[in-house]
């Protein structure tokens, strides 16, 4: 069958088996190895990519049930070669060991960012929940979001003045 | 590399495209909603079906919705819009409390409430809280549709009153003056299957409970409500001996079995435990002392 979405503002067209998971469509078919492909089972959460902004498990979602969606992949968060602010938070906040959950934890925090510009510690943990970090990194990654959120407000709170 | 068998994908585009779809390709043919239940058993191969019918796109079965008498949910309301509803958290707190322990966040973003439903796990919270409120679901086929309660929707594990060429398409709960409700779950690990959870809500008239229903997850293979249970709530004054009384109904009317998650003894303690806890709560809400 033939499927037909935007990916990372790009719009695709391919032709795919209706049993294609989304998680390998992105990878094997559009080579777009950034999406992580973990557990298999929906409960690690490092192939989570943005179904219309929304953070979804890929590995849990037909390529089909994308038709006609917007998908954001970690590819798509560098605009212009200039780093999202939750990417840049990850590096200067030492967010990945094993870089592994990265993906899918970079994408759940752009989304919490997008609803919540200014998350605690707490929302920044409940919203990341549904994602496993092996190394146990988590202090960092909820350190780095943080570091994200502090730069979008002052950027924005500078565009205001 | 875990991919289900081959099948062939429809997408429907109305409830009425989705059971004529469904009326056509008969019984080897499953709607797909969220997919997180669904399509892990599809790698698995304990669920194998010709034919998966994507009813994503039907926008008409996402809301909650209020009148004189009832709350009116349609079936592919997400877990996210169930645990957000301001709505849902005044008329039927326990809502809140199952959603903040179902899987986790990004699950929640796509998981339906009817689709909960009709995957009728025997583990499921949402089963266990319709059960509480007493919901109705509302079934449609080509020929109308029928509203089953739900002890009559949940056949057995796994299997529930839908037949091949239907679709539940509605839950409607009814709105009782006075009325409280709560949901407590014990579970190995933060968004995993219960290991137990019961819900409880109660309607009061003045000082005693006019009535008030039990659900329970994940100790045998119906979630139904328990009839005993009624009975004992109906007309009695809140006390600490009712909801031990009512505990031990409960731990009496239920099935566990030994498995990963605990012994069957461990189960019916909590059985007994978690539903003096909920009803506690759902009394103490009814009654203005707890939000």
């Known amino acids: 069958m033939q499927v037909n979405m935007t990916v990372n503002g790009q719009e695709v067209s391919e032709e795919i088996e209706p049993r294609h998971l989304l998680v390998h469509f992105i990878r094997d078919q559009l080579g777009l190895t950034g999406t992580h492909w973990g557990c298999d089972t929906s409960n690690c959460g490092t192939c989570v990519v943005l179904i219309d902004g929304e953070p979804v498990k890929s590995c849990s979602t037909l390529a089909a049930m994308a038709g006609g969606h917007q998908i954001t992949t970690v590819e798509g968060l560098e605009v212009d070669g200039e780093l999202d602010p939750v990417q840049e938070g990850f590096m200067n906040c030492h967010g990945l060991q094993c870089g592994f959950c990265t993906p899918g934890m970079m994408l759940t925090a752009r989304a919490l960012l997008n609803k919540n510009p200014d998350p605690s510690e707490a929302v920044i943990r409940e919203a990341i929940s549904g994602q496993i970090c092996r190394c146990t990194g988590y202090s960092t990654i909820v350190r780095s979001i943080h570091w994200a959120a502090n730069k979008e407000t002052k950027v924005s709170l500078g565009s205001a003045s | ?291």
């Open chain 2, 1 to 291: 590399m875990q991919v289900p068998a081959p099948f062939e994908y429809e997408r429907a585009t109305s409830v009425e495209h989705a059971i004529a779809l469904r009326e056509r390709l008969g019984e080897e043919a499953r709607f797909v909603a969220g997919g997180h239940s669904l399509l892990p058993m599809m790698k698995l191969r304990l669920a194998n079906p010709e034919y998966l019918i994507d009813i994503n796109d039907l926008s008409e079965l996402f809301y909650i919705s209020e009148d004189a008498n009832e709350v009116r949910i349609g079936a592919m309301t997400r877990h996210r819009d169930l645990l957000d509803s301001e709505l849902l958290a005044q008329h039927f707190p326990i809502f809140r409390d199952a959603e903040k322990v179902i899987a986790d966040p990004v699950v929640r973003n796509r998981g339906t409430l009817g689709g909960s439903l009709c995957q009728a796990d025997p583990s499921e919270d949402l089963s266990a809280v319709c059960a509480a409120l007493d919901a109705a679901c509302v079934i449609k086929s080509t020929s109308g549709e029928r509203v089953v309660s739900m002890a009559d929707f949940h056949v057995g594990p796994y299997e529930t009153a839908v037949g091949d060429a239907e679709m539940l398409t509605e839950i409607r709960i009814p709105l009782r003056p006075n009325s409280g409700s709560a949901y407590e779950k014990v579970e190995r690990r933060a968004g995993d299957w219960a290991i137990v959870s019961s819900g409880a809500a109660v309607w009061m008239d003045g000082d005693v409970i006019a009535n008030g229903r039990v659900g329970l997850a994940a100790v045998g293979p119906n979630t139904t409500s328990i009839e005993t249970v009624s009975a004992a709530l109906s007309g009695a004054a809140p006390s600490e001996e009712l909801y031990q009384t009512v505990g031990d109904i409960a731990a009496a009317n239920c099935s566990p079995q030994t498995d990963q998650r605990g012994t069957a003894a461990y189960k019916r303690h909590l059985a007994m435990e978690l539903t003096r806890r909920s009803l506690r709560r759902a009394v103490a809400r009814a009654t203005g002392q707890e939000a």
